[in-house]
């Protein structure tokens, strides 16, 4: 049978097609009866209202990168995927659409609307899970969850009743951030911070009973209508008179006391602050206290409402003016001075979120947090890279009690029933018939839904059936590693640990995985209100999904952030795609090399090197990159071992292109034709075979179409490189020796190229060189390698030894302590060099001039971006070392003839 295989890889095409004959081959589905260790990963459950953006585009890659590897080494790997419902978003993807209807969700009731989010899901929820499938992703697509499927549903009820059993779910007034155009509460990663805003801090004077004044600053007056106190710092001395008296409170003429309490700074504003408990959480912390009143005077909309007295119905930024102005007149404020306010806003709608106290539903976290800051603590969990434990600790162990409830109707309701009669709760796995407490039958379930966080931190066991004993939480929990973003440490990854403990009662996993975070080209967070945003699916058209992956894994690092903008994304894709071509064209010619009466002892080769064998005398560069070969495969499992993507990428790439592609299968390629070429096809062979499983759990595609083509040498081969063995170091391989020789012979012919190069002499001219070794034994391990650079660097003759004298008109270089000369009579005008060098240098040094007077421009330098300053200074230093480098040419080519 003919060997075939296409001229290029075409991304375009052949992804699509392979990925759908790895799921019609059933190649990504795990197995519970499996004897293999597990190894298992679920997917950090993306928004079903969210496409692909380039967070999840990193955190993709990296997930399968080790799913890929783990299922190649022998493991039963299982990558768990779905979608989470996604409260407050898909609402409001839904409620946008009722509104160009001119309708809204009260308008057609809550089953309605529900139905219409339902509707909506089924056409457009699988959007990002298409997406992850055209970037390759492993995931087991047969087990795909959706956090609102009835299995799913019947876990979070379970969760909550058993909690609720317990004492640890009550209901309370607390302060929570409240959106009042969403007009839900929201969790913290719901919110945006911008601590930068310009505001203004007014003084305030409060009339002091019994004669006198205290001036209050805040940054809020419209709050102040709901002060029920004046706090001051127990040791101010400034106020201790005052501690105990009584305020008359602005605008609304009711008396509020002064008190004492630590929490207030004495060095902010007058050191004097309003306590508003039901507009501000440290306020209400204070009240608790100190036994102060709270009062509400905003409803869920935003406006002031009736305890405002006369600013009821005002919206609130409109009541803070109408209050300043108010205070104004009456003589009451003292100053106004501009402050720096950091405020929060809706993630959703760019709302200003308002402090404000509400009745919600609440877990008490103390209990849970405990167990799993222990966890971490002994070490069963780890964090990597180890930094981001102390973020999760610092969280755990000052947690507070978590609001679960939000205002919203696409979620799971709270599954509580009020009593009519004693006004007492009752949670129950089935819908309850009757109070649990007096048994009356009177009986409303809450309206709330819970935060969508309650139901995702059940992920890793949910997800596997539970409650219920199945095979799959037998075999696949607790799971292997978590990867994901450092922005949901508090609110997934450690609600997560709590649930897998008290639960299960083990950890959800032993390792989680904070990879960098992606920003733009001059390391800003990636906006798409300001265009600063990157679409991952304009990288896979351009580029296709290996180069994506391969692109973005190579800059994977533990120590720092991503830059990958639109400018770098655009090098590094083409980068990468240009790595695949390299290697899709060097497994095509070296396949294509083999004669059909050379494959099969070129395959029974390969085989026997595989099994530590040599089927055939090695010459030194087959010793060379079969060490190189063995020295990568011990580098990259170490590093995927560590978590360490970026450097296992830059291995194999090192590895492929500079090693085995630039210089063995140029070294072997004269031996090819040869009757003694046995070994370098054998080699050539064995090692582009190890090289596709290599590379395979980070370019899946174009490994798996250059398998198939070595199938064709070897049908015995696994089926798909998915299931081939995932290359093992052999030791006895090793030749440290041989690397080392070989590492002075690359330098020898790199110096050569060089100096062609800086005498624009054609790669094609033969040249002569003489190489003068510092001692003997230098020039003795050289010496049975001559033919190799020889034809590396295109030498007709080299002459080795020690204390070998300069040739006339010789270009020299010092490599790896010996003297190469090269002789260039001849070849080189030494005076057209000479000008030509000078014309060079002069033209350099003049802009060199340039850009120093614009650096020393005084105007340029305070006025200019840093930025800008910092590139010019780089472009003189590049300059500076051009002229130096062009300077000793010049002094170079004086001496010849």
């Known amino acids: 049978m003919p060997f075939e295989m296409p001229t290029r890889f075409d991304p375009a095409t052949r992804e699509r097609e392979i990925y759908a004959r790895w799921k019609t081959d059933g190649r ?44 190649m080494s022998g493991f039963e790997a299982l990558w768990l995927p779905g979608t989470d419902h996604a409260g407050i978003a898909t609402q409001n993807v839904v409620e946008k659409e009722l509104r160009k209807e001119k309708s809204s969700r009260h308008a057609i009731g809550r089953e309605k609307f529900l139905e219409r989010v339902w509707a909506w899901k089924e056409q457009y929820g699988n959007t990002i899970l298409m997406q992850l499938e055209r970037m390759g992703c492993s995931c087991d697509w047969t087990r795909t969850r959706f956090t609102m499927d009835a299995g799913y549903s019947g876990a979070i009820r379970e969760a909550f009743v058993r909690l609720f059993r317990k004492g640890l779910i009550y209901k309370g007034k607390r302060i929570i951030n409240w959106c009042p155009r969403c007009t839900t509460a929201l969790s913290d990663i719901e919110l945006r911070d911008q601590p930068d805003e310009k505001g203004k801090l007014w003084h305030i004077r409060y009339p002091v009973a019994g004669g006198g004044s205290l001036t209050v600053a805040t940054t809020r007056p ?37 008190v004492a309490d630590a929490f207030v700074d004495p060095k902010f504003g007058t050191g004097a602050v309003k306590v508003t408990p039901a507009h501000d959480a440290n306020d209400y912390e204070c009240s608790q206290r100190c036994g102060l009143p709270a009062i509400v005077v905003m409803d869920e909309r935003g406006a002031m409402n009736e305890n405002a007295g006369a600013f009821k119905g005002i919206e609130r930024f409109e009541a803070r003016k109408q209050v300043v102005q108010a205070l104004e007149a009456q003589g009451l404020l003292e100053k106004t001075t501009d402050h720096v306010v950091p405020l929060s806003v809706c993630d959703r709608c760019d709302t200003v979120i308002e402090p404000y106290l509400s009745d919600q539903w609440f877990v008490s976290m103390k209990p849970l947090a405990a167990p799993a800051a222990e966890a971490v603590r002994s070490g069963r969990v780890k964090f990597v890279p180890e930094r981001w434990a ?52 009177e009986l409303k379930q809450e309206d709330d839904v819970l935060d969508t966080w309650f139901s995702s931190g059940l992920w890793p066991f949910a997800t596997m059936g539970w409650p219920a004993e199945t095979a799959d939480l037998r075999k696949f929990y607790p799971t292997s590693v978590l990867a994901t973003d450092r922005g949901i440490i508090y609110l997934w990854v450690a609600r997560m640990i709590m649930n897998g403990i008290e639960f299960m009662g083990k950890e959800p996993f032993h390792t989680v995985v904070i990879h960098p975070t992606i920003q733009t080209d001059d390391g800003k967070r990636m906006s798409k209100s300001l265009g600063t945003g990157l679409d991952p699916l304009t990288l896979l058209d351009a580029f296709g999904a290996d180069a994506t992956r391969f692109a973005v894994a190579k800059l994977v690092t533990t120590s720092q952030d991503m830059k990958f903008g639109k400018n770098i994304s655009k090098s590094k894709g083409e980068e990468a795609r240009n790595f695949m071509t390299k290697f899709f064209n060097a497994a095509r010619f070296v396949l294509m090399s083999l004669d059909a009466s050379d494959r099969a002892a070129a395959a029974a080769g390969a085989a026997a090197l595989a099994r530590g064998e040599n089927p055939a005398s090695l010459a030194f560069e087959d010793r060379w990159i079969l060490s190189r070969l063995n020295t990568t495969i011990r580098s990259v499992s170490q590093s995927l071992e560590r978590y360490e993507f970026g450097e296992a990428a830059q291995a194999l790439y090192a590895f492929a292109w500079f090693e085995y592609c630039d210089w063995y299968i140029e070294l072997a390629k004269p031996r090819l034709a040869r009757p003694d070429g046995a070994a370098a096809r054998a080699t050539l062979l064995h090692v582009l075979d190890a090289l596709t499983r290599l590379l395979h759990p980070i370019m899946p595609f174009v490994t798996e179409e250059v398998w198939q083509a070595l199938r064709q040498f070897d049908p015995a081969r696994a089926e798909s490189v998915m299931i081939a063995p995932y290359p093992k170091a052999d030791a006895a391989r090793v030749d440290l020796e041989a690397e080392k020789t070989a590492g002075s012979l690359m330098e020898i012919v790199r110096a050569v190229r060089d100096l062609r190069m800086k005498y624009n002499i054609p790669p094609k001219q033969a040249l002569t060189a003489v190489l003068s070794s510092p001692d003997a034994a230098s020039a003795l391990a050289l010496q049975p390698h001559v033919r190799l650079v020889c034809g590396s660097a295109n030498l007709s003759k080299l ?20 003297q190469l000369f090269v002789p260039l009579a001849g070849i080189v005008d030494p005076a057209k060099e000479k000008a030509r060098l000078e014309s060079a240098l002069k033209k350099t040094e003049e802009t060199a001039a340039g850009v120093r007077r614009k650096l020393d421009d005084p105007k340029f330098r305070d006025n200019a971006p840093p930025e800008l300053v910092e590139k010019e200074k780089e472009r003189l230093a590049e300059f500076e070392d051009q002229a130096a480098k062009l300077k000793a040419g010049v002094e170079e080519v004086k001496g010849w003839k």
Not at 53 to 69: A, F, K, V, Y
Not at 806 to 816: C, E, H, M, N, W
Request: with cysteine; hydrophobic share 35%; aromatic share 8%.
């Open 28 to 71: 990504f589905t795990a197995n519970p009866a499996s004897p293999k260790t597990p190894f298992t990963i679920v997917i950090p459950p993306p928004n079903v209202t969210g496409s692909l953006h380039m967070g999840h585009c990193l955190n993709n890659t990296l997930q399968d990168i080790l799913t890929r590897w783990k299922r």
């Open 222 to 258: 419209e709050t102040m209508l709901g002060d029920t106190a004046v706090a001051v710092h127990p040791a101010d001395e400034r106020y201790k008179g005052l501690i105990g008296k009584k305020v008359l409170l602005p605008l609304m003429n009711r008396e509020i006391p002064i």
């Open 390 to 441: 102390k973020v999760y600790l610092d969280w755990v162990d000052n947690v507070r009690d978590w609001c679960i409830s939000r205002q919203l109707w696409w979620g799971h309701r709270v599954p509580a029933w009020k009593c009519a009669k004693c006004g007492g709760y009752t949670s129950e796995i089935a819908d309850p018939t009757k109070c649990g407490k007096c048994g009356a039958a």
């Open 799 to 818: 002459d080795t030894g020690t204390g070998l004298a300069a040739p006339p008109s010789s270009a020299t270089q010092i490599v790896s302590g010996a």
